[in-house]
């Protein structure tokens, strides 16, 4: 560990328990919704977080089990017929993704365009705003990290929340608003530029004060205290004994298999994306603005899913939400993200009988204010100045997300996204002008810097509505690449012009000579 980073020690260890309080409950929640026993969903944070934080150059990403892929591990856990088999396409998923980072397959994250990315995160804040609704009022039905539409229940998002209010708990929901306005006086200046509140997170107060209240709620008002699936639940049993004994191993014997090898190839395909999206969305909310190797990531993330997959662990990807967690909670280094498998390894070890008193409402205050933090109005309105052709795709991202799962979601803006830089493309390939002064009228075309088969269809109709017995000049000088197809088009033209009485001079095209045609 170098100097620098033991100088950020004193920002990284809050932020990682921050983010511990938040991963502890989203690892049981996903492993519960896969079909998976909990105890895997625990040892893929602490794997994501100790492994994977240690080989990643992200300085902020933190890794862990990802909601985006319950569906898949759930199908595969059934169709794979046991838990075992599916523990070696974890393994395998992982050494297809050392290959992808090998060949240098993260390159693929540069191409999301940014506007995407924004609505991704914006779409994410707004969910886990509105999933963290009913945990605020004590209906703790739908598991922790459910980021999706349609829940398992026959629910959505919405008629989660209009439910929730039929069953309120009045412990759960004093405990969120006491934390919420904890959370927001911490924040207030000048009490957050305080030594104390840099060193002591709200986080921890909140949940610290959340176990207090619903203990006291035991002997002033014994109807609203919380228990069973209201607070945390890591099992009773503690000791490093404890913690081998739940370990659990591929079986090899299903090496020939060949539906383990496309579960993995599924599990890594999905996983790479989702790593890939959120290490890009990290990276613009550093406020250091490092670039992260994606291909160093995808080769973290490979050995991370090896090890899960060995010792009894769920495929992991970079998760957006511990990750901005750990970027608003003040981090400064990669070190609280291995902070924060620390914390979840010491927990699931020897605290489970003091971790098991933390209410869900206490994690959803902190939840919602990272969502909010998301999806600042700020941001909004820095995407409408930007024009139409960024805010629709931004906005089209976050209401496809909202309304079906993340990959879905990124899918429609991406496609959204495309469509306008196609249209730009086809409209700005070159620069037209018409010069009416000269006897013959005469028509200058100015080919811009990269030509491609996207310009194609508008320098089609350009060249074909030019006047016969016009006179044309088609400049490439300032062209650095034209494509093949493009040549065509013009060769094509310099046929036709013969016929119709044009003269073509072609400058600095590449493939002619500077020439005239007549």
Not at 487 to 503: P, W
């Amino acid at each position: 560990m170098s100097f620098k980073n033991i100088s950020n020690l004193k920002s990284d260890i809050p932020a990682g328990l921050v983010v511990f309080l938040i991963a502890l409950p989203l690892c049981l929640g996903i492993a519960l919704a896969s079909g998976a026993p909990l105890f895997s969903g625990l040892i893929t944070g602490i794997v994501g977080g100790i492994v994977v934080g240690s080989l990643s150059g992200s300085s902020l990403s933190v890794s862990g089990p990802a909601a985006g892929l319950t569906v898949i591990v759930l199908g595969a856990i059934a169709s794979l017929g046991s838990f075992e088999a599916f523990l070696l396409a974890v393994v395998i998923a992982g050494i297809f993704q050392l290959i992808l980072g090998y060949v240098r397959a993260g390159i693929v994250s540069h191409y999301f365009p940014s506007s995407v990315i924004k609505g991704m995160l914006s779409a994410i804040g707004i969910i886990l705003i509105l999933k963290q609704i009913p945990h605020a009022f004590g209906n703790d039905i739908d598991f922790e990290g459910n980021m999706d539409f349609l829940q398992s229940d026959g629910n959505n998002t919405f008629s989660g929340i209009v439910n929730a209010l039929d069953f309120i708990e009045p412990g759960a929901l004093l405990i969120f608003l006491v934390s919420i306005t904890i959370i927001l006086i911490w924040e207030r200046t000048p009490l957050k530029n305080k030594a104390f509140s840099k060193l002591v997170p709200a986080g921890l107060v909140v949940v610290v004060l959340g176990v207090l209240l619903n203990q006291a709620y035991l002997s002033l008002s014994p109807n609203m205290f919380l228990s069973g699936n209201h607070v945390v639940s890591i099992g009773n049993g503690s000791g490093i004994a404890n913690f081998f004994s739940q370990f659990r191993f591929p079986d090899f014997s299903q090496i020939a298999n060949p539906d383990i090898y496309i579960v993995a190839m599924t599990i890594a395909a999905v996983a790479s994306i989702e790593t890939l999206l959120s290490i890009e969305a990290i990276d613009k909310m550093d406020p250091k603005k490092r670039i992260t190797s994606t291909n160093r990531e995808l080769k973290a993330q490979g050995v991370g899913n090896i090890i899960s997959g060995l010792i009894g662990g769920l495929p992991m990807t970079s998760v957006i939400v511990r990750s901005s967690a750990n970027v608003d909670a003040g981090s400064k280094s990669r070190m609280s993200g291995i902070i924060h498998g620390i914390f979840l390894l010491v927990s699931v070890t020897f605290l489970t009988q003091i971790i098991n008193l933390i209410p869900l409402a206490s994690l959803a205050a902190i939840l919602a204010l990272v969502g909010y933090k998301l999806a600042r109005v700020s941001l909004f309105k820095q995407m409408y100045a930007l024009g139409w052709d960024q805010f629709i795709p931004f906005l089209v991202t976050i209401v496809a997300i909202l309304l079906s799962n993340l990959l879905t979601g990124i899918a429609i803006g991406m496609v959204v996204s495309v469509f306008f830089i196609l249209r730009n493309n086809y409209k700005f390939p070159f620069y037209y002008h018409s010069d009416e002064s000269h006897q013959s009228k005469k028509i200058i075309i100015k080919l811009s810097e990269e030509v491609t088969f996207l310009n194609k269809g508008s320098l089609l109709m350009v060249l074909r509505d030019i006047p016969d017995n016009s006179e044309v000049l088609i400049d490439g000088s300032f062209t650095q690449n034209i494509d093949h197809d493009i040549k065509e088009v013009i060769q094509n033209f310099a046929t036709s012009a013969n016929h119709r009485g044009i003269k073509l001079e072609l400058k600095s095209v590449n493939t002619w000579k500077d020439h005239s045609v007549r």
